[in-house]
């Protein structure tokens, strides 16, 4: 990327949240492997809350989301955004998916118009039903070889602590998408690059709604047949809703759709697949949500994704009884019900 670009890149990631904190420190550790190379990366992360920035800034440490993990020394923080932006030729993106849009006008003035826009964001907008790159795409009006996406199996903290990982980096323009894995691979961090924008967001979008199923039935106490049914018809359901949309079928088998799917569904540490476990294990919605202090985008998301499916003619049940568990009151169990009598079919069906 830097021969691309120039000597010097500086990447502005905003969003100090759980994954924007780890992306960026990514970015960092990747930058100090291309230092001996004679490149120059520089990483700058905005947040909302100054006592995080300061933290970063003072001691590389995130006590809200990582305390004891320790960030690259070179990475730095701010509360600015016109900083953090100035000059950026990369512009990462890790915030909430419904926030996304809101943000992103308030950011527009300041993100430089040739610089490379990355979302990290795994979710579906209400109302518009519009993917975190479409978004992107039309509140700053940039062409589509300057709007890429991240996303894999990515369990932040797994990943704050330098645990190796794998991910995809998706633009439809492949020369950009193989500069940013230049950018962002690191010694821990191995990224993929893929052609295929919609298969990689609608794998990650889907495995959050997904995820909150599993974690319903890991609540209730259920066993491994039933959650490997629900990852397994999960998966159906998501490549039918992505190749209807366009996408490459493989790319659901793939680290954005499987890979994924995995990571979430058999983690402890998946925000979407633990709140769907509190549900599971009789906690109301109302205490679960009081509870849930990180972004668990299914909640949200599966409600967009389902009107997605229906716009587009595609049977989501998995998602449909998320919808219904999460906004219409469905117990868990009346869930399961109406799940397990719904006519039988054959094992593939759709497109
Ligand atoms: N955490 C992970 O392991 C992980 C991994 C891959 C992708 N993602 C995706 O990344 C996105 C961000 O998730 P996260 O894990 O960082 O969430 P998070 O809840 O940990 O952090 C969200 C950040 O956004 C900020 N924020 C909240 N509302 C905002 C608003 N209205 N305007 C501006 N900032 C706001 C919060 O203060 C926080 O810093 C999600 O789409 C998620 O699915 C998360
Ligand atoms: O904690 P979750 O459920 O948002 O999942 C985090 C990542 O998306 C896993 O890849």
Redesign the pocket.
Known sequence: MTDQMGAEVKVAVL????????FANIVADAADLRTAEGHKTEVVLW???AS?VDAINESSENPD?FPGVTLNEGLRATTDPAEALSGARVVVL????Q?LR??LAAWRPHIPSDAVVVS????VELGSLMRMSQVVGEVLDFPEERIAVV?GP????EIAERQPATAVVACPHEETAVLLQDLFRSAYFRPYTSTDLVGVEIG?AMK?VIGLAVGVAEGMGLGDNTKASLITRGLAETTRLAVTLGADEHTLSGLAGMGDLVATCSSP?S?NRTFGEKLGAGKTLEQVVAET???A?GVKSSESILELGWANGVDMPITESVVKMMHHDLSPAQALVAFMSRSTKPERYGV
């Open positions: 969003g100090s949240g759980s994954w924007g904190t780890t947040g909302r809350r995080v989301y890790a915030v909430p998916s926030s809101e943000n990290l964001m795994k979710g996303s990515n369990l932040a903290r990650g959050n540490l925000r202090k990180q972004t985008e």
